[in-house]
Nanobody, 125 residues
Framework: VQLQASGGGLVQAGGSLRLSCAAS????????AGWFRQAPGNEREFVAAISWSGSSTSYADSVKGRFTISRDNAKNTVYLQMNSLKPEDTAVYSC???????????????????WGQGTQVTVSS
């Protein structure tokens, strides 16, 4: 499966962005999806994940209550709605996917088999 992330940009602190991750190549409805981010000089970190059915989600503590992950399997797309953005949210955001029938999602990057190219999110103070 191929993943294409989009929706990044420059926003002021307190603002919102919605990232999209469009999948192609296979039926995406059986793939768990996750968002990860990496800031300069930092390691890649987990942001959010959603099960193939959409019934299970998980968030990093740093984004709970501000970010929402969702998916539209009819459109083969996963979204990350980001509200109340902070300068520390600045990073390259990448989407990832793995085929699984489990409903327990993973926060571990190594468990994901497919990755998109990333989209830059910059939050100014």
């Amino acid at each position: 499966v191929q993943l294409q992330a989009s929706g990044g940009g420059l926003v002021q602190a307190g603002g919102s962005l919605r990232l999209s991750c469009a999948a192609s190549g296979r039926t995406f409805s059986r793939y768990e999806a996750g968002w990860f981010r990496q800031a300069p000089g930092n390691e890649r970190e987990f942001v959010a994940a959603i099960s193939w059915s959409g019934s299970s989600t998980s968030y990093a503590d740093s984004v709970k209550g501000r970010f929402t992950i969702s998916r539209d399997n009819a459109k083969n797309t996963v979204y990350l709605q980001m509200n109340s953005l902070k300068p520390e949210d600045t990073a390259v955001y990448s989407c990832a996917a793995r085929y699984t029938t489990r409903l327990v999602v993973s926060a571990t990057a190594a468990n994901y088999d497919y990755w998109g190219q990333g989209t830059q999110v910059t939050v100014s103070s």
